[in-house]
């Protein structure tokens, strides 16, 4: 079955998946070759299947061998692309500065996300605080031990749904996933999610104010200032910056020293409500890290 989504016209399949690295975590799997991503995704009766996305001019094609809704198929993909993201707004303030107008050239804006909140809250916990090899380990760990495998070949699975986790005690999740100090979080999350506490998938509403989400993802466990920042931008929303080593390391570089997270913020504080997204699409002196 393949399924044709339309893109829009400031919509950038590559730049969209090479904005951060989760294109390299599981159950995601990058093919730049054959310019398809892979992804293990888990529908409703237990279906889990293999979805292979691929851009063309203008059009997404999903290709799956399963006969699964193509609606809700398409509905994925697009919250995953951001394609229902409105980023006009941002492309014309851009293209008014000498230094942005490098981002609606090449129609950067958008970033790859997770199918759920609760996989990139999990995610994120899992880049705090380490090197991106083991936030790879974790993901790849929490993936291969908890979540449903495809029928034809089950070495590659979706990535775990709330209740898959909290199914197992806490010890069991530690025992398993080796995240660390971050087992408990993650757990407790995904607890607090199969029990009905926590709407997760709520807090995506674009009404609740910047400031009132920022406080939401912060109250959740393993989660501080970057890791909100970081969900913060996931969501759509772009005043406040993911600041951690990488930003303190390019931003002293533009500024022939080593800086501060408030020097990071002071640099960026210019750009208003589009500081983050400035930040990850911003002409660096160097180039950004491959994932």
Same mark, same amino acid.
Request: proline share 5%; hydrophobic share 40%; aromatic share 10%.
């Given at each position: 079955?393949?399924? =044709?989504i ?36 888990a529908?409703?009766?237990?279906n889990?299947v ?8 203008? %059009? ?5 061998a ?14 995953m ?31 790859? =996300? ?6 990139? %809250? ?5 880049t705090?605080n ?31 749904r ?15 996933a ?9 757990h407790?999350?995904?607890?607090d ?30 989660v ?40 990071v ?26 994932y």
């Open positions: 079955m393949t399924i =044709r339309e893109t829009p016209d400031d919509f950038d399949f590559t730049q969209c998946l090479n904005a951060h690295g989760w294109k390299s975590l599981l159950p995601f799997k990058w093919d730049a070759a054959a310019g398809t991503l892979e992804r293990v995704e529908f409703a009766r237990n889990t293999l979805l292979r996305v691929r851009a063309f001019e203008s %059009v997404i094609e999903v290709e799956t399963e006969d699964i809704d193509a609606n809700e198929i398409a509905r994925r993909v697009r919250h692309l951001q394609l229902d993201l409105a980023i006009d707004r941002f492309h014309s303030y851009c293209a008014a500065s000498p230094v942005l107008q490098h981002i609606p050239s090449a129609r950067q804006g958008r970033m790859l =996300r997770s199918a759920t909140l609760f996989e990139d %809250v999990t995610k994120v916990i899992a705090t380490t090197s991106w090899s083991q936030t790879k380990g974790m993901v790849a760990r929490i993936v291969d031990a908890f979540g449903s495998p495809l029928p034809d070949d089950p070495t590659r699975r979706a990535f775990p709330p209740d898959q986790i909290a199914a197992v005690s806490l010890d069991t999740f530690s025992e398993q080796r995240m660390g100090y971050r087992n408990a979080a993650v407790r999350i995904a607890t999610v199969a029990s009905g506490a926590l709407d997760l998938e709520s807090w995506l509403d674009q009404e609740i104010a910047s400031a009132d989400l920022y406080k939401r993802f912060v109250s959740l466990p393993g501080g200032p970057y890791a909100a920042s970081c969900l913060m931008i996931y969501s759509g929303r772009y005043d406040r910056v993911n600041i951690d080593s990488w930003a303190r390391m390019m931003v002293g570089k533009e500024l022939g020293r080593p800086v501060s997270d408030k020097e913020q002071a640099f960026f504080e210019p750009y208003g409500e589009w500081k983050a997204l400035v930040y990850h699409f911003y002409p660096w002196r160097e180039a950004e890290p491959e």
